[in-house]
């Protein structure tokens, strides 16, 4: 396929900026299976487009990475198969990758936002065979995926599924099952308080990536006193466990993480938290239990669910800025 060619197969994809894409994710979430409506909305929130447009536009991107203090592996196109092994469709990724590499080369990726994304979903449920529902947040991920890689990187990535058979074979309903069973506190459970232990899982795939938590300890102090792998291998940012720590005051964002299950067991974010998550550009909302926290401050009071970033930094003011400048262009044309 030619690049002229290959433009005008995205180009129905790419017009669409940010705030489309949100519409769409809002239109689409009712289809969406129980298992995976907050893990495409963390998704989306760990791939946002905007940050892949400014550096796509930027004359010079590695110094607009350092401005906005980026780091660890903020680009979607080295993680073509795995940035989505968190969503539940992830099972049917490779017949999603599939649909969607055969849409685009016949020109079908035109029409809404959601229109698209339910289409690729249908065609993948019936050659799945499986629910519609569990495919529609996968077919979502794919299309931003396909977005901010390319078409001949995107079908030629393997296409292969990332986590372990093991995992793979788990039902929806046993994956919500569990995120909803809190830990037992023994016979005389109902008389502790703080010595309560919560279990933290930040890896669904794997029956290995769990911690324990005091009742009320937050996330990061907590996965901090595991030290039985070595976590700076695994990633560079990490210190002294599986999430990613430097201030431990909500000053650098580096702890930031999404919640698959169990939000509601968290502590309500306090000014601090609410203030910094926006600042950093992960989330624009004043929920007292969002899906994106910061896991210094959040603190557990039964077991929960989450899934870890591949990269951090400060990209809020940044957005800010560059909406303002649009509104005055606006105002300016008018």
Known sequence: MS???????????????????????????????????????????????????????????????????????????????????????????????????????AGGLNGSLASVILSVADEVAKESKVDRALVVAISAAGLMTLVQSDLKAFDSSPGTIQIPANAARRSAEQILKQRAKDDGQGILGFLKTVDKNWTVVFDENRDDSRYKAVNLQELAFAAAAEDKQKWRAKDPRCLDGPIPVQCRSAACGTCWVGVLGGAEKLTPTERLESTSIKRFGYIDTDEKRPLIRLSCQAQATGAVSIVIPPWNGVFGKFLKEKASEKEQGTAAAV
């Open 3 to 105: 690049v002229s060619t290959e433009s005008a197969a995205l180009a129905p994809l790419e017009k669409h900026d940010s705030e489309a894409w949100s519409a769409a994710l809002t239109e689409i979430l009712p289809n969406v299976h129980e298992v995976d409506r907050a893990a495409v909305q963390i998704w989306f929130a760990f791939y946002p487009l905007d940050l892949f447009r400014a550096l796509n536009e930027a004359e010079d991107p590695e110094k607009l990475a350092a401005t906005l203090l980026l780091e660890g592996n903020y680009y979607l196109r080295n993680q073509i198969d795995s940035s989505h092994t968190f969503i539940y469709g992830h099972r049917f990724w490779p017949v999603v990758k599939s649909v969607i590499v055969r849409k685009a080369n």
